[in-house]
């Protein structure tokens, strides 16, 4: 997740994000075995940002969230060895008859978002997703390096990420709140403040879809 570029983004590495399609009520018994020791492991140059299953939105699907420190290497060193690692590979192997479909990204991270830091709970949390028009990139992380400020007074914001490899031209923001009336009562705030109806207005224009997700943080994630 995140390198910073030309597009306002920040080199820390790459992030990774993945979203797969579970059955209710079906969860691989490995996971709770075989993630925090994988998680925990100094040897890996990945570290867990978030993992979610969705509440509100498409349902029955799990949201994981990596940072891969030190780029495009990191990311291939540590596929390498995933690959010699038996006990995640039963683990996989394991999930992959629980799976409907899954999908992954390969994402940037904007530099005038929070760095993505794992918060206690308990919280919901919102990943807002925009497909954008290609061209547009840039025209949307400038009007947003100006508006984030509108949105920080409660520590909502979380992290704001733009793909690289996967689908492209999507951009997500990842937010947090106490609750979904919380959710309610930060949001309009936001609209109180003089200067975020015009983000609304340069900003809108320039999607071509988006989605809201409301998700709930596992147990063995960093932000909950």
């Not at 009336?181 to 988006?210: C, F, H």
């Amino acid at each position: 997740m995140g390198a910073r570029s030309s597009r306002r983004g920040r080199g820390r590495g790459c992030r990774g994000g993945g979203r797969g399609g579970v059955p209710a009520s079906r969860v691989c018994p490995r996971r709770e075995e075989a993630l925090p020791k994988l998680h925990a492991d100094a040897e890996y140059p990945c570290a867990l940002v978030g993992s979610w299953n969705t509440w509100y939105g498409e349902q029955d699907q799990a949201v994981h969230l990596w940072r891969f420190s030190g780029g495009y290497p990191a990311l291939t060193e540590c596929m390498r060895k995933l690959k010699q690692n038996q006990e995640y590979v039963a683990f996989q192997r394991e999930r992959s008859r629980l799976l409907l479909a899954r999908r992954n990204q390969l994402l940037l991270e904007f530099s005038f978002w929070n760095e993505p830091l794992p918060r206690r709970g308990p919280h919901v949390y919102e990943l807002r997703t925009y497909k954008l028009k290609p061209g547009t990139m840039i025209e949307w992380g400038n009007n947003w390096a100006r508006a984030i400020k509108y949105r920080q007074e409660n520590q909502e914001a979380v992290g704001g990420f733009f793909s690289q490899i996967g689908e492209l031209y999507v951009v997500h923001h990842l937010w947090a709140y106490r609750d979904l009336q919380s959710r309610e009562e930060t949001r309009n705030a936001a609209w109180r403040k003089s200067g975020w109806d015009e983000n609304v207005y340069y900003t809108v224009p320039l999607i071509r879809s988006m989605e809201s997700r409301i998700m709930i943080p596992l147990p063995i994630s960093p932000l909950q």
